[in-house]
């Protein structure tokens, strides 16, 4: 039989599930390390081997060779010391964060991380600016300051509960002064962290090799001595490739046929592990382009939109649809382009582009990324303009663009509409709403809202009981619903393929799914 393990949110059912598999015949994984490297598959390359550079899935690779603060040992709902052995708010307005150093850490060309390197790493995500970077989870941040070669401080400019959570980022990775500059960003094609694991080679594009840093000190526990990772274009030449037995594992961009069709496979040759996910997918209006920014226009496209097609047609019910920016799951999540919008209507599209006097049809041009999201991406598009042309209120014109070259478009203002995924940061509902909205954003994209980025945020991250932020978020999201300059469109499950040989994969994920590859091993015994 086919095998499929359900990976839950609570500790003890991931227990459970853990002595179920044991009952196959797991004994031990001590002997894994003398039988090669782990090889996994994905479509999500790494744009750029700076941090100061990245804030999208380049921190699947940091997370395992860069190391931060805080970080997500396996289970972990919050973030716990990795290079800090203790981090606390150190006075009761939460705008104080300080964090001592374990003692003797190295990075892995030899030099000494201490606090002064931590200071050097975030001062220059700030100051090199990169434009859709990092610095946008950096706003609360006043300055930083070195006690001592252990102890440094976080001064805060507001109270800011989820400022923990930021420094868990790979956007947050510790570098050596030494090979970073600090104006500039590192052009080598090679990283030098203190993580868990040292990158050995680096081909662009294709592949990167790890091996088992052997200085690492932090919470990560390996059970392996290497991993190489393999980019692809797309999920079927990936899922070829490990029912080719190329791959060990597969895993971020898995297409939904390719889902299916794994699960319903009957050799006991593959398994996969189903997990609760909060990556959502959404539309950028671009308030600049003359058309995408009459929020008319942006308003008929959220009545006409059907999600449930999209989900079903496109995504074969591998994903749900999304009336919110923030996903099911977290606090603070609503429905509200359901409350506003309901059930898609061609009329009501009609007549709000009537009372605006927009004549139809309209002309719009929708970009999507190539090869970023998986090989549903073009479908979903696809779908996307048969339902907005099939009302006979808009032209679409179908555009895309490898992720490499289409960040740059949309980050020059570019593209009049086009397609996003976001994978969290952290699992709070401000991660769902801060890194779209402001002059400075992950988006590339400014988007002005002072209500939003002055009151609601700021009285949201006062509270360090997030169970307190309930009404500031459906606030920001109401907002968000009424200016309709993101458009969600679904929420996604997590999906891990691997050989049966591979243990590990229901623990490797962790709050913000980004894949721990030290959690993977082979079984030694059935």
Not at 43 to 70: G, H, K, M, V
Not at 101 to 119: I, T, W, Y
């Amino acid at each position: 039989m086919f095998k499929r393990i359900r990976r839950l949110r609570q500790v003890a059912a991931i227990a459970s599930i853990t002595s179920l598999v044991a009952g196959c015949g797991v004994l031990s994984s001590d002997s894994s390390e003398e039988q090669g490297p782990i090889i996994v598959g994905t479509t999500a390359a790494p744009s750029t081997l700076d941090p100061a550079a990245a804030w999208d899935s380049s921190w699947e690779l940091f997370r395992n060779i860069y190391q931060t603060l805080l970080s997500y040992p396996s289970g972990a709902s919050a973030p716990e010391p990795d290079a800090a052995e203790e981090c606390r708010f150190t006075d009761g307005s939460n705008k104080k964060y300080q964090c001592e150093l374990r003692e003797g850490l190295k990075f892995s060309d030899g030099h000494a991380l201490n606090a002064q390197a931590v200071k050097h790493s975030i001062d220059r995500i700030r100051k090199i600016n990169v434009n859709g970077g990092p610095a946008g989870l950096l706003g609360s941040l006043d300055r930083v300051q070195v006690l001592n070669d252990r102890e440094v401080v976080f001064h805060l400019n507001k109270a800011d509960a989820t400022f923990p959570f930021v420094l868990a980022t790979p956007a947050m990775s510790i570098v050596d002064p030494e090979e970073y500059p600090a104006g500039k960003l590192r052009e080598e094609s090679s990283i030098v962290g203190s993580g868990p694991y040292n990158l050995q080679s680096y081909d662009e594009g294709k592949q990167a090799e790890l091996v088992k840093n052997d200085t690492y000190n932090g919470y990560a526990e390996r059970k392996n001595a290497a991993v190489t990772i393999r980019y692809f274009q797309d999920s079927p030449t990936m899922v070829g490739a490990l029912r080719d037995k190329e791959l060990d594992v597969a895993f971020r961009g898995l297409n939904a046929d390719d889902i299916v069709e794994l699960q319903a496979d009957d050799k006991d040759e593959l398994q996969i592990t189903e997990g609760f996910g909060t990556e959502i997918n959404y539309l950028v209006f671009n308030p600049k382009d003359p058309t995408a920014g009459k929020t008319a226009v942006r308003k008929a496209i959220a009545q006409i939109v059907d999600r449930p097609a999209i989900a079903h047609k496109v995504y074969k019910d591998t994903v749900e649809p999304l009336y919110s920016m923030v996903p099911k799951g977290l606090t603070g999540h609503t429905t509200g382009f359901f409350d506003d919008f309901g059930d898609p209507s061609k009329a009501k599209a009609r007549k709000v582009l009537t009372e605006a006097g927009i004549s139809t049809p309209v002309s719009l041009t929708l970009w999507y990324t190539s090869d970023r999201y998986g090989s549903s991406t073009k479908a979903e598009f696809e779908e996307l303009k048969r339902q907005l042309e099939k009302s006979g209120l808009f032209q679409i014109t179908l555009k895309s663009r490898p992720w490499k070259t289409y960040v740059s478009g949309y980050q020059k203002g570019e593209y009049p509409v086009f397609g996003r995924g976001w994978f969290p940061d952290f699992p709070d509902a401000d991660n769902f709403i801060a890194p779209f909205v402001g002059d400075q954003n992950a988006l590339g994209t400014p988007y002005v809202s002072p209500k939003i980025t002055e009151t609601l945020l700021p009285s949201s991250r006062a509270q360090s009981d997030r169970a307190n932020v309930v009404k500031d978020f459906e606030e920001a999201q109401r907002i968000l619903v009424d200016d309709a300059r993101l458009l969600p469109l679904w929420q996604g499950r997590q999906y891990v393929a691997a050989s049966t040989e591979i243990s590990g994969s229901e623990r490797a994920l962790d709050p913000s799914t980004i894949m721990m590859v030290g959690e993977l091993y082979r079984k030694t015994s059935w």
